[in-house]
Nanobody
Framework: QGQLVESGGGLVQAGGSLRLSCAASGMIFSMNTMGWYRQAPGKQRDLVAAITSGGGTKYADSVKGRFTISRDNTKNTVYLQMNSLKPEDTGVYYC??????????WGQGTQVTVSS
């Protein structure tokens, strides 16, 4: 059974940086599209960034130019480098693994709080 474990969240001042990591196990990591999602209080979970098995990337308009998603298939890990953080980036960040053949897996989430 696939498992995802996020780390790297925390409290940071506006303008600061954080790097989130998501370690995967129990799946063929390299064949999954990996995504980072954000859920702010009282709001739905939205896609922040995604990276396909081939390395193609997609970003929400609100984070383009500030966030970078990457993956290391040798470590079964996906990263989200977040720079120039804004208070509106605050929320719980979830890692998701997606593959048509095996379905979706989700991590437990990591809190990111950006103070103004």
């Amino acid at each position: 059974q696939g498992q995802l474990v996020e780390s790297g969240g925390g409290l940071v001042q506006a303008g600061g940086s954080l790097r989130l990591s998501c370690a995967a196990s129990g799946m063929i990591f390299s064949m999954n599209t990996m995504g980072w999602y954000r859920q702010a209080p009282g709001k739905q979970r939205d896609l922040v960034a995604a990276i396909t098995s081939g390395g193609g990337t997609k970003y929400a308009d609100s984070v383009k130019g500030r966030f970078t998603i990457s993956r290391d298939n040798t470590k079964n890990t996906v990263y989200l480098q977040m720079n120039s953080l804004k208070p509106e980036d605050t929320g719980v960040y979830y890692c998701g693994a997606h593959r048509v053949l095996t379905g979706d897996y989700w991590g437990q989430g990591t809190q990111v709080t950006v103070s103004s």
